[in-house]
C-alpha cells in the first residue's frame, strides 16, 4: 500500500471538522471565517465559546480566575468538540495543542491545519494588542520567539497540513489548504477556488 493512501484511509477514521491551530495572531479567525463561506460550514472558535459560557473576556478569565482555570476550560470544551457531529470549522486558542492531554484529542476531531508564523510576524501583527494576557509583559517579542520554540513541535505533531501564512495574501492561503484537503479526498465546491468577494468574510451561520 503506498504511504498516501495509507494516510487517506487513516484520515477517514478522523473525526470530520476542519480544525485550525497556530500561535496567537497567525490568521486563525480569519482564515477560518473565510472557510466557513467557501466550504459552507459553520465556523467556531473555542475561545469566543470560553467568553460566552463564562460570561467574561480570555483576558478577564485570566485575572479572576487563572490560567490554570481557563486551561481546564479549553478541555473541557476539546471533549465537546470532539462529540459534535455535525462537520464543522473550529479555531483553537493558540496554548490548546500544548498540553499532552489535548494533543490526542485534537489528532481526532478532524483535519487539523497549523497556521505557521515566524515570531517577528506574530509580533509585527499583534503589537498594540491588549486581548491576549500572556503578551502584557515587559518584553512580549521575547515571550512570542520563547513560546513559539516551546510551542512549535506540538503544533507539528497536531498537524495533517502545515501553511506558512507569513507574507501570503490571503486568497493564497486558502487555495493551498483547499488544494491539501481536495489531495485529501474532501470534496470542495468548484467555485470556492474563485478569488475572495467581500461577502467571503462572512462566516457561514447555522
Ligand atoms: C492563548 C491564545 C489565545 C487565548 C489565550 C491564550 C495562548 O487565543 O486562547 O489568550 O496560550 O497562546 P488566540 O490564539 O486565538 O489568540
Known sequence: MSNTKHRKNSEYQKGGHLVLIGFMGSGKTSIGRSLSYKLKRAFYD???????????TISELFKTKGEKYFRELETQVLRE??????????SLGGGTPVSLQ???????IG?????????EEVWER???DTTRPLLQCDDPLGKIR????????AYERCAD??????SKERDEVIKEILDELQNRG???????FKPSTEADNTENKE
Not at 146 to 151: A, E, F, G, I, T
Request: proline letters at 10%.
Open 111 to 119: 483535519t487539523v491545519v497549523y497556521l505557521r508564523l515566524q515570531p
Open 126 to 128: 499583534l503589537k498594540g
Open 81 to 90: 468538540v470532539r462529540d459534535d457531529r455535525i462537520p464543522r470549522i473550529y
Open 102 to 108: 489535548n494533543q490526542p484529542l485534537i489528532k481526532t
Open 46 to 56: 473555542t475561545d469566543k465559546m470560553i467568553e460566552e459560557r463564562e460570561g467574561v
Open 186 to 192: 474532501w470534496e470542495i465546491p468548484p467555485e470556492s
Open 146 to 153: 520563547s513560546l513559539m520554540k516551546l510551542r512549535s513541535p
Open 161 to 166: 497540513i502545515i501553511i506558512d501564512n507569513g
